[in-house]
């Protein structure tokens, strides 16, 4: 029979614990021999169920994850989660940095499908999503951040940069998307990252998107 309710007294880790044991063999040595075997599934299905979400590509993705383990990011920021594709990524590269990502969402839909992607993919306990204006929120944060990503609306990205660069470590990095492919829409903020004395960035463009990299650099 269907059940649509789990009980209770069955933890998350114990129900896929059994989800695991009941599958086929070969899915189970893939589980154990890769810690980010769940979370790379869930990605699958998220590109295969739930559209493009103004997502990042997996190469993309990809490029975050490495950029978090190359700075051994353990206090990661993103700023605009939709439902979660990127931070997914993210969290992949925080699992082996022991770190952790704070995500920003306005929309309580996204947010929704958000937080059932990171218990499906299994990040959850390395992500904690805030449903808010990143406006209003990243100033209660504490900081410092090792990794800021910012994701969200266009226009408002030199804001964002206003609001996060005093809580970025010095060596930490702010990482923005678009700059590629909305690089008119963009020119305010390129210019800002690109001239700030107390940034040093780079263009990436390991998909369409386009990256600025920008490294915070230390007080003179
Ligand atoms: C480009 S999508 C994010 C895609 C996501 N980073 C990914 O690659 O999977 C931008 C998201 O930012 C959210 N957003 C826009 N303005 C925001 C704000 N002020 N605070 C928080 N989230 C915001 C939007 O609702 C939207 O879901």
Redesign the pocket.
Known sequence: MYCRKKPHWISAAAFAAAGLALAAPSVRAQANSDPDATAKARLAWMREKQGN????NADEGAFLRGLVEKVHAKRAL?????????SIWIAMGLRRTGGHLQT????PG?ARLAGENFRAAGVDSLVTLKLG???KEIPALSGPFDFVFI???KQ?YVLYLDDVLPKVRPGGVIVAHNVTDLRDELQDFIRAVQTNPQLKTTIENPGPGGFSVSYKLPAP
């Open positions: 979400l103004w997502n990042v993103e700023v605009g989660t939709s439902n979660g594709y990127s920003l969402e306005i929309d996204r204006d990143a406006r994701d969200a609306w408002d």
